[in-house]
Every structure is written in structure tokens, then in C-alpha cells.
T-cell receptor, first 114, second 113 residues
Framework: DVKVTQSSRYLVKRTGEKVFLECVQDMDHENMFWYRQDPGLGLRLIYF???????EKGDIPEGYSVSREKKERFSLILESASTNQTSMYLC?????????????FGPGTRLTVL | DAKTTQPPSMDCAEGRAANLPCNHS???????VYWYRQIHSQGPQYIIH???NNETNEMASLIITEDRKSSTLILPHATLRDTAVYYCIVRVLNPNTGNQFYFGTGTSLTVIP
């Protein structure tokens, strides 16, 4: 079974702190994604990566950066956390495939910024 | 980019078929329709996807209209464990970077005993 793991299920940080959210997948997928999920807004794409060291902005990249140094690991970084970044963060991965490309999701990290 | 519209909530009696509609009137010819569901406190789970033809797997059936402007996800015999938020998604293929998924707010399905 494909497994996508995220470093924490729950995280509490203070305003201004630097926050790292880690995601690891074990299926050699090319693509990895970071979403945030907020009530009434659904899932919104922050960043995605289609290869090591490659990244593309999603719909809401402001206030975030990402790092992909190894194929299996994709990190989301909040350089200076703010209260409006309190949210559920979901990581996903998929093969690069023109005819398919199902995304597999991790369990999510619920981040609270005080 | 094509986007989707779904009713915010639906109820279904246990054991009956649940029919979840989705409108994607601006979908392009090469854009796939995907369905995912999310049970509370878990990450979304893939259900099924299709391009033009109807599809069926062990979880559900997907009916896509001939003009591809709408689709329906069918859970043939809903159980209490099917209570979840169901997302209808259009997958846009970027030739350079791969897939991008556009999630909406989904339909909250409640299966009633």
C-alpha cells in the first residue's frame, strides 16, 4: 500500500516562529503536493513539486516556501508563522501520468498559531 | 480552468443508493473528473475517475453525461461508514509539470440508519 506520512498530527506554534512541516512518501512518486484545508473553503493548493529540487506555486503560495531535496520528502516551511495560517495541512503524492495520476494523501497536520 | 459545483449536503438512507451530483460545465476535452471522499479527521481518499465513459469499481460508479458537463457518483448500497465529505474534482494536465487537482468544497453526505 502507498503510504504518505506527515511528521505531526497536531502542532502549536507562536506568531513569528519558523515552522517546518514534513511529508514522506514511500512509493517513488514524482509529484508531491501541499494543500491547506479550511472550513467553507475546501482544499487549496499551496505548492507542488514534480521532481527533486523542482517546485511550482499553487493557488495560495504567499507566506509559504517548500523544499524537495530528496524524491521521497517534501517540506512546507512557514518562514514567520501568523495566526491566519492556522489550518489543516495535507500532503499528497502521485505518479506523473497523463492518463491517471491518482493522488494519495497523508493524515494531515492540524497547525495552530497563537 | 474548469471548476466544479456540488450541493453542500445530502442525506441517504442506509442500504439505499446514494447519488451525488456534480456540475463541471466548463470542462475541457482532456480534463478528467475525479471523486475523492474525506472522512472526519483523515486525509482525502480516492474513489474513482473518468474521462468520457462511465466507470465502475468496487467502491462506486461514475456516470458522466455525454456533453461531459456534469457527472454523478453512485454508491450502490450506502452504509454508515460512507458518511463523509465527497469531492468532485477536475484534473488539469499540465504538460510540463503533471497533474493539478482543483478541489471544491464538496458534498457532506450523511447516511441515516
Amino acid at each position: 500500500d502507498v503510504k504518505v506520512t506527515q511528521s505531526s498530527r497536531y502542532l502549536v506554534k507562536r506568531t513569528g516562529e519558523k515552522v517546518f512541516l514534513e511529508c514522506v512518501q514511500d512509493m517513488d512518486h514524482e509529484n508531491m503536493f501541499w494543500y491547506r484545508q479550511d472550513p467553507g473553503l475546501g482544499l487549496r493548493l499551496i505548492y507542488f513539486s514534480y521532481d527533486v529540487k523542482m517546485k511550482e506555486k499553487g493557488d495560495i503560495p504567499e507566506g509559504y516556501s517548500v523544499s524537495r531535496e530528496k524524491k521521497e520528502r517534501f517540506s512546507l516551511i512557514l518562514e514567520s508563522a501568523s495566526t491566519n495560517q492556522t489550518s489543516m495541512y495535507l500532503c499528497a503524492s502521485s505518479y506523473w501520468a497523463s492518463g491517471g495520476g491518482e493522488q494519495f494523501f497523508g493524515p494531515g497536520t492540524r497547525l495552530t498559531v497563537l | 480552468d474548469a471548476k466544479t459545483t456540488q450541493p453542500p449536503s445530502m442525506d441517504c438512507a442506509e442500504g439505499r443508493a446514494a447519488n451525488l451530483p456534480c456540475n463541471h460545465s466548463t470542462i475541457s476535452g482532456n480534463e478528467y473528473v475525479y471523486w475523492y471522499r474525506q472522512i472526519h479527521s483523515q486525509g482525502p481518499q480516492y474513489i474513482i475517475h473518468g474521462l468520457k465513459n462511465n466507470e465502475t469499481n468496487e467502491m462506486a460508479s461514475l456516470i458522466i453525461t455525454e456533453d461531459r458537463k456534469s457527472s454523478t457518483l453512485i454508491l450502490p448500497h450506502a452504509t454508515l461508514r460512507d458518511t463523509a465529505v465527497y469531492y468532485c474534482i477536475v484534473r488539469v494536465l499540465n504538460p510540463n509539470t503533471g497533474n493539478q487537482f482543483y478541489f471544491g468544497t464538496g458534498t457532506s453526505l450523511t447516511v441515516i440508519p
